[in-house]
């Protein structure tokens, strides 16, 4: 398959460690922000979100964590498994309809 | 909920030709929007509908680009004398307010490549 992000950061985790994945955000005035997984060939998948008003949420091996004093989110994966390997990409909801994507992380999980 | 699909998922065209995609959102979505994805980048925003109305459409839009969404449902993608540069690959996404926002949710994806 394709492969997406050819030239991006990239995180490599040995499998069972965790993961931390961070984004700088652009508008001080977003206020709620998804983070998005990408497999090779395939549209990005929906894993968590964030409200401004929370610092942190967690889902089943995710957790995301809000900065909004300097404009930073990070998506935490607890015990990355192979299946993990992907880019992960950022977006911020701004304004009334908008979603602005960071740069993605492509991340490796090595055996 | 059967998520939101893509159709065809691969095109390939002659420069000159042109080309149209399709695009069914979550049923219950009345956002719908149509982004643009290179190698190496995130997407990009490309145009907007809220039910049937096109609500923006970007700047990277050409006039060979068009965009329907007909009775507030599915969606199409037209380009016009497709160019090299139009290869990439073409997402639709749908949302709807849910929880804590605008959950949107991507479909597969057609990847046009114009040789």
């Known amino acids: 398959g394709e492969s997406v992000g050819l030239h991006l950061p990239t995180l490599s985790v040995q499998e069972g460690d965790n993961s931390i994945i961070n984004c700088a955000y652009s508008?001080?005035?977003?206020?709620?922000f998804i983070w998005y997984k990408q497999e090779s060939g395939k549209g990005p998948q929906f894993i968590i979100d964030?409200?401004?008003?929370?610092d942190k949420r967690q889902g089943q091996r995710v957790t995301v964590l809000l900065n909004k004093t300097v404009k930073h989110l990070s998506l935490q994966i607890a015990a990355t498994q192979p299946g993990d390997s992907a880019v992960y990409f950022c977006a911020e909801f701004s304004g009334t309809y908008k979603y602005i994507f960071g740069t993605g992380t492509r991340l490796k999980v090595l055996a | 909920d059967t998520g939101v699909s893509q159709d065809p998922r691969h095109k390939i065209t002659k420069r000159g030709q042109n080309v149209t995609f399709r695009c069914d959102p979550i049923?219950?979505?009345?956002?719908l929007y149509w982004y643009r994805q290179t190698l190496g980048q995130g997407p990009e925003f490309l145009t907007y509908f809220q039910n049937e109305a096109q609500l923006e459409k970007s700047r990277l839009l050409s006039d060979r680009f068009s965009a329907e969404r007909p009775k507030g449902s599915f969606s199409t993608l037209e380009i016009q004398r497709t160019e090299q540069g139009d290869s990439a690959m073409y997402l639709c996404?749908?949302?709807?307010?849910?929880?804590?926002?605008?959950?949107?949710?991507f479909g597969p994806g057609t990847r046009l490549t114009v040789t």
């Open positions: 996404a749908s949302s709807l307010f849910r929880g804590l926002g605008y959950e949107q949710y």
């Open positions: 964030i409200r401004s008003n929370m």
């Open positions: 508008n001080s005035a977003s206020d709620y």
């Open positions: 049923s219950e979505h009345n956002r």
